[in-house]
């Protein structure tokens, strides 16, 4: 009896094993009742059993095994898929979830040879298409267990981000009504200042990470344009680096007319994550120049700073999410306030804009940053 009539007529059978060993996988387990155990056993063995009874090239077989025909059994992807997404919900863990599908495949092929009375060369090929099946049923769980774990993270983080912005809040509050109220002696005015720093650097943090989690959730970067001079936010904006930093040397360099249609609230968060770049990057002793040059339409905004280079094969991934330089360690001194999420917040913005961002390094010329955005920005 080929492989594919016998997991039809044993279905039934071979699933009462599957909701068996399903029961062996605890904690989850213990609060799943017979349907929920069961799942989609059923339905990823018959569609198997259907794959099996389907024609395939050679060619094909082989494109099957890299995993470059996906499309050549639907049903059983989505069954796999749905079965994936349940048990995360459930509560299994990876290993357990892929362990399913070990005891599935070692089941159905120990009753298939006790079941034969002699053995075929066609059925090494059926066990290689079962085989097959099951690989591809067990990729689309794993895929799809992953990206339910990777959602359920992102909403812990947003979470987590929205709830600590309340008692940060407070902190902020305190210490401002500690500085009117109170007489503070010189070390109470130092004491006072870090904590205003590091609520400072807690507060872009929080806004990097939720901007972060919106758009690993799917939503693009939102903005609200209106008319604004861009010079006054990159005076503002190297003023706090001053404040925050009073031993760096920030200058501003402005040509030409730099006004434009931008949401002002982005656009600071943009200079904020390149100045904290230049400030944690660049060399103590050499100035950071930030450079507005007005052109026909559009602005011309550059960062540069002195400082260690920034490797060739990092420039690549530089704006990616949590990527951190090759020196940067967390618990360094200096990297503290880091997530790794600064450059790449700063090209959300800047793309949500329609501009563009690049960035150059060597040791000789430094680190420049540069961003153009049109004149005019659409939401």
């Known amino acids: 009896?080929?492989?594919s009539t016998f997991i039809v007529q044993q279905v039934d059978v071979i699933?009462?094993?599957?909701e068996e060993f399903a029961k062996t996988l605890t904690p989850a387990a213990d609060a799943m009742g017979r349907v929920a155990l069961r799942d989609h056993a059923k339905s990823i063995l018959l569609a198997a059993a259907r794959d099996m009874q389907t024609a395939q090239s050679a060619s094909e077989q082989t494109a099957k095994s890299k995993g470059d025909n996906p499309d050549s059994s639907p049903s059983l992807d989505i069954a796999a898929a749905s079965h994936g997404e349940l048990r995360h919900t459930a509560g299994f863990d990876l290993v357990q979830m892929t362990s399913e599908f070990r005891h599935l495949r070692a089941c159905v092929i120990r009753r298939w040879v006790n079941s034969l009375a002699s053995p075929e060369l066609a059925y090494f090929q059926d066990m290689i298409r079962f085989n097959e099946a099951i690989d591809e049923a067990l990729a689309e769980s794993t895929a799809a267990y992953a990206e339910q774990v990777n959602r359920s993270r992102d909403i812990f983080l947003a979470i987590l981000g929205h709830d600590l912005r309340a008692?940060?809040?407070a902190v902020s509050m305190s210490t401002e009504m500690l500085v009117r109220k109170a007489r503070l002696d010189a070390d109470g005015l130092v004491y006072v200042a870090n904590i205003k720093s590091g609520t400072r650097h807690m507060s872009s943090?929080?806004?990097?990470?939720?901007?972060?989690v919106r758009?690993?959730?799917g939503s693009s970067l939102p903005i609200d344009p209106a008319p604004m001079d861009l010079s006054r936010v990159a005076k503002a904006a190297i003023n706090e680096a001053w404040a925050g930093q009073p031993d760096c040397l920030p200058l501003l360099k402005v040509e030409g007319d730099v006004n434009g249609v931008w949401d002002r609230g982005r656009i600071e968060q943009l200079l904020q994550n390149l100045i904290g770049n230049a400030l944690q990057h660049g060399a103590s002793h050499r100035p950071l120049t930030l450079s507005l040059d007005g052109r026909a339409d559009a602005v011309c905004l550059t960062m540069h700073n002195f400082g260690t280079p920034?490797?060739?094969?990092s420039l690549a991934t530089i704006f990616d999410p949590l990527v951190r330089g090759a020196t940067e360690e967390i618990g360094q001194p200096g990297t503290a306030t880091s997530l790794g999420l600064g450059l790449y917040i700063a090209k959300e913005v800047v793309t949500a804009h329609q501009g563009t961002i690049e960035v150059s390094s060597s040791a000789e010329d430094g680190t420049r940053f540069t961003v153009?955005?049109?004149?005019i920005s659409r939401a």
């Open 15 to 18: 699933v009462d094993e599957w």
């Open 372 to 375: 153009v955005l049109p004149r």
């Open 215 to 217: 758009s690993r959730l």
């Open 205 to 212: 943090m929080i806004s990097d990470l939720l901007e972060f």
């Open 1 to 3: 009896m080929h492989l």
């Open 310 to 313: 920034i490797p060739q094969e």
């Open 167 to 169: 008692p940060l809040q």
